[in-house]
């Protein structure tokens, strides 16, 4: 089922061959951000947002042990990233 959303992000990407920033807020076990990053590649950013640290933890090893490079973790509310990228 994961796969099924590929080709929405993939449709978002910006013209002229940058990449599309995706968020997985209360990612869990990374599903479905870490499978759609895997098979996005290049074509799209990830990051993988989730308040329970354990969790990250595990997803954040998963994407090092596949070499996700388009994969970052966020610890956290989203809340909280708004606010930050904001200024507040």
Do not use: I, Q, Y
């Not at 209360?26 to 640290?53: I, K, Q, W």
């Amino acid at each position: 089922p994961s796969a099924a959303l590929l080709p929405l992000v993939l449709e978002r990407a910006p013209d002229g061959g940058g990449r599309t920033e995706v968020a997985d807020v209360g990612t869990g076990g990374g599903f479905p951000g870490l499978p759609l990053a895997l098979l996005s590649g290049d074509s799209a950013r990830f990051t993988l947002v989730d308040s329970v640290r354990k969790k990250l933890a595990a997803v954040g090893d998963m994407a090092s042990e596949l070499d996700a490079d388009n994969v970052r973790v966020h610890c956290g509310r989203a809340e909280e990233m708004s606010r930050n990228r904001d200024g507040e």
